[in-house]
């Protein structure tokens, strides 16, 4: 198998060919046929998550065919196609796993952090933590919706029902959001970097009531905000944008630290509140249930040894929609 890898926290990704991977008890191998590039990946490769085991392959936004099966494995065939999300498996033990809340899992494994990811020909992944996918899909317009897509629709379920919806930071996951908000009849207001016309051009492309710069405040008060930008400045700044009892949903899983701000700005019933990961569930409604259906994700295509360009062209805001690497 071919696969870019890092070798050391904040250093570049390197191509190697590596033995073929073979499925243990309740695992399957997939030829991967694209895999997206998440900001998450990101924080991984710069060493912004904790306890990164080196050598390591990124990516979790993973779609390939299953070509093996190990043993015990069923509900997956040869030759289906599948997804390979960021929750790789859940203890299942834990109180949250218990729960019915595995995002929470005291002993988690994550794709392309813990375990081996995305950016190579193939990978090996619990099978059951693996997400069917309809076999006349796009692999390459469906791999975003695999983080982009689940983590944006917790955080647009965890926003609740208001009508309007402020996105901070027009990436890949608020693009996707954008559409299904659009769907609900919500009204969605889109925050970027100052000055980026290009991404609140984007933005109102697909649908957005207005589009404008971060540290500005909407045309009306918000019911609720979702930050998928990694910056602790915005929280304060989305207080000030949501209306009493409105609330703040931070997506991302690092952000830089929050400043203080006056606690007039919380008041009134106002709340902050984090998402952390998904589950199967999340999955589940998404795919199976329809609320991705019809989704029309805007990819920029690198072939698998352009991962490095990939990952800068996202780092430094040159995308409108998401990347996607195809091996």
Known sequence: MRAMVLGKVGGPLALRTLP????????????VEACG????DLHVIDGELPNIVMPLIPG????????ALGPGVTGLKL??????????GSCQRCEYCRDG?????????????????GFASHIVARADYCVPLRHDADP??????????????????KAGPGKRIGLYGFGAAAHIVTQIAGRQQRRVYAFTRAGDVTAQVFARSLGAAWAGSSDELPPEPLDAAILFA?????????????????RVVCGGIHMSDIPSFPYRWLWEEREVVSVANLTRADARDFFAAGAGRDIKTTTHVYPLEQANQALDDLRAGRLSGAAVLKP
């Open 140 to 157: 390459i317009a469906i791999a975003p919706l695999l983080c982009a897509g689940l983590i944006g629709w917790r955080c647009l379920v």
């Open 20 to 31: 073929d991977p073979l499925p243990g008890d309740y695992e399957i191998r997939l030829r």
């Open 101 to 117: 809340r595995e995002n929470l899992c005291d002993m988690p494994e994550f794709t392309g952090y813990t375990r081996p990811g």
């Open 37 to 40: 590039v998440c900001r998450t």
């Open 230 to 246: 990694p910056v602790g400045d915005l929280v304060p700044q989305a207080l000030r944008a949501v209306k009493k009892g409105g």
């Open 60 to 67: 979790h936004e993973c779609v390939g065919l299953v070509e």
């Open 79 to 88: 030759g289906q196609r599948a997804g390979v999300p960021w929750l790789g």
